[in-house]
């Protein structure tokens, strides 16, 4: 039985440059053979390995197969039910590997069919922002609606080593798991999602993608074209680094905005065009306003210290699981939020609702 133990090395994979709507999802290709497990002869394929060896030879390629299961789905949960199925799969082929093609294509092959299989007859994951309705009155009051499955966050600690990754490390680049780019894929047919990834991320030929999907190159030149014609449309925004002074100062004002219950102070830190989701409420808010009413007349705090915000990351940017104290005064878990701040201000907020977000971000439920 295959041991799967994260780990928190990763060795540099091939990597591609997207170029869809002028913007790049990758990085430049960069191809590095995974060392020889020990006792194990130079010369050696998967099915001369044991099936502890086989995982080791797998664990560098870990953090980039679960960010390719997760675009694929857009939900960490799927993305992890697919990785361990890959390694399973993978495990039961490996004697099948005739070292026609590398290690790690032949593993992503295995990864991007069982996301496949698995999206066949499923609905795609929206966020509110995507379900075509427009956006909604913050006088109205929020309805859950538990039924449709929402697109989820994904905690950057599963795809980075944590606190601070070595940029040799970095082997998924933070643009290809964008909330926007994940988003738009989700509009994809699993098959145009599929090529877009291989093609576009992955940097795979037209030739490699069509033997991994049975399909012709014709076909596969196709469907990325129209997958391609689909993410020009998707609004690219370009945020702050997190490292910019600037971002740092209006983060910090905003977390005390919160803290504070202050929602003028919030209102004022917000882009003249910020738009507010939170998934499972499908109503989505546009401009100032709106989000500060939507705060002002729905929020459960009455005063200063009802909220604390403990800071996070995911999807590659900065985020905060807000913690509502309740009415035995004790703060629990609330809301995870995602913040893109731009030049003009806090530019995007997602966000999800849900106790059990915060075990997938390592977070307790109460705060002390």
Do not use: K
């Not at 005063?303 to 913690?323: I, Q």
Request: charged share 20%; net charge negative; proline share 8%.
């Amino acid at each position: 039985m295959v041991t799967l133990v994260p780990t928190a090395d990763e060795a540099q994979g091939r990597r591609g440059v997207c170029d869809v709507g002028g913007r790049g999802y990758g990085r430049d290709v960069t191809t590095t053979t995974p060392a020889q497990p020990s006792g194990t002869a130079p010369g050696a394929g998967p099915a001369d390995l044991t099936a502890d060896e086989f995982a080791e030879r797998l664990a560098p390629m870990r953090r980039e197969i679960l960010a390719h299961c997760y675009r694929m789905t857009g939900s960490v949960h799927d993305a992890e039910d697919m990785l361990q199925e890959t390694y399973l799969r993978a495990w039961r082929a490996m004697r099948g590997f005739e070292n026609r093609s590398s290690l790690r294509t032949w593993v992503f092959r295995i990864a991007t069919n069982t996301c496949l299989t698995h999206l066949e007859g499923r609905r795609r994951r929206p966020l509110p922002t995507g379900i075509g309705a427009p956006a909604a009155d913050p006088r109205d009051q929020p309805r859950e609606d538990l039924g449709t499955p929402w697109l989820e966050p994904l905690p950057d600690a599963l795809v980075w080593a944590q606190p601070a990754p070595d940029p040799a490390e970095t082997t998924v680049h933070r643009d290809s798991v964008r909330l926007a780019f994940v988003a738009a894929l989700q509009h994809l047919t699993a098959q145009q999602r599929a090529v877009l990834l291989l093609r576009d991320v992955l940097a795979w030929s037209a030739a490699e993608v069509a033997d991994a999907l049975a399909l012709s190159v014709a076909a596969v030149n196709s469907t990325l074209q129209r997958a391609r014609a689909h993410m020009a449309n998707v609004q690219h925004l370009t945020p702050m680094e997190p490292t910019d002074p600037r971002h740092r100062a209006l983060v910090e004002r905003y977390v005390a905005a919160f803290e504070a219950y202050d929602v003028a102070a919030i209102v004022e830190l917000l882009a003249a065009d910020v738009v507010w989701e939170m998934p499972p409420f499908p109503g989505w808010y546009a401009g100032p306003q709106a989000v500060g009413e939507l705060i002002g007349t729905w929020c459960p705090a009455q005063g200063p210290g009802d909220m604390r915000m403990v800071p996070t990351s995911a999807n590659g940017l900065p985020a905060f699981a807000l913690y509502m104290r309740n009415e035995e005064g004790r703060h629990e878990a609330f809301q995870v939020q995602q913040v893109t701040v731009t030049q003009d201000g806090v530019r995007h907020v997602t966000a999800w609702f849900g106790a059990e977000l915060f075990a997938r971000f390592g977070l307790p439920v109460h705060l002390a």
